[in-house]
């Protein structure tokens, strides 16, 4: 049952972590079953199915982007995105100001960082990010507000590797965090439904969960 599985994900992680419901996939009956049962936070890796969904579901839903986005399609969610969780650019990130700033909105947005093993096409090297913060355009970018990291681990069985990815995305957030005057930057997006709580002991305060919401 939806509604058992995401009260007991609550009570494992606490009041500390927040649990975002990755409800890709699901049939719009499932996402509305979490709802029933009070879940508000929702998350889409693509656009497309993201907007019927917004569209198909009540309003007060919280809704967080968790897949790579092309500039072009940010027009479309601009309205109503509370958090992008997947930027990977500045290029990304001014057109993410411009879009909300039409909106007259402040959208969050989590830097995704590139932290496993493997040939993943999407998210930033430490590098790129440190240039994106210490960029001289993100000052005036007022309708974006950088919330924190997002990182995603290998796909594998091997639990020290993924402790280390998980680590090393910690360390980098309690870098920058000491390095840059990011007022808001609190959020460490990182754990899924196999490897959450190990997530959460590295540091993680933000889960994304499908799987096992949804079993
Ligand atoms: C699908 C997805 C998740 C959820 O994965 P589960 O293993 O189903 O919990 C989390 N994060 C991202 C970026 C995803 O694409």
Redesign the pocket.
């Known amino acids: 049952m939806i509604a058992e599985n995401i009260n007991q994900i609550k009570q494992e992680v606490g009041h500390n972590v927040k649990l975002v419901v ?1 409800s ?1 996939f699901r049939a719009i009956a499932e996402i509305q079953e979490a709802y029933v049962a009070g879940h508000r936070v929702f ?1 889409e ?1 693509k656009v497309q199915p993201l907007l019927e969904r917004y569209e198909a579901l009540p309003k007060d839903i919280e809704w967080h982007l ?2 790579h986005l092309q500039t072009n399609k940010v027009k479309y969610i601009a309205p109503f995105i509370h958090t992008i ?2 930027v990977d650019s500045l290029k990304l990130l001014e057109e993410i100001n411009k879009q909300a700033a039409k909106e007259g909105r402040v959208i969050n947005c989590l830097l995704q960082i590139y932290i496993a093993q493997e040939d993943t096409k999407f998210g930033l090297s430490k590098e790129e990010c440190l240039a994106i913060l210490n960029s001289t355009q993100l000052s005036l970018l007022n309708n974006i507000r950088i919330t924190g990291l ?1 990182g ?1 681990a290998t796909f594998t069985k091997d639990l020290q590797q993924v402790e280390r990815e998980f680590r090393s995305l910690k360390t980098f957030f309690d870098e920058l965090k000491t390095t840059f005057n990011l007022p808001d930057f609190t959020t460490i997006s990182m754990g ?3 490897d ?1 709580n190990l997530a959460i002991a590295c540091g993680s305060n933000l889960i ?6 949804f079993q």
């Not at 994304?208 to 919401?213: D, I, L, M, Q, S």
């Open positions: 990755v890709k998350a890796n968790i897949g969780q997947s997002m995603m899924m439904s196999n959450y994304r969960v499908g799987t096992k919401a």
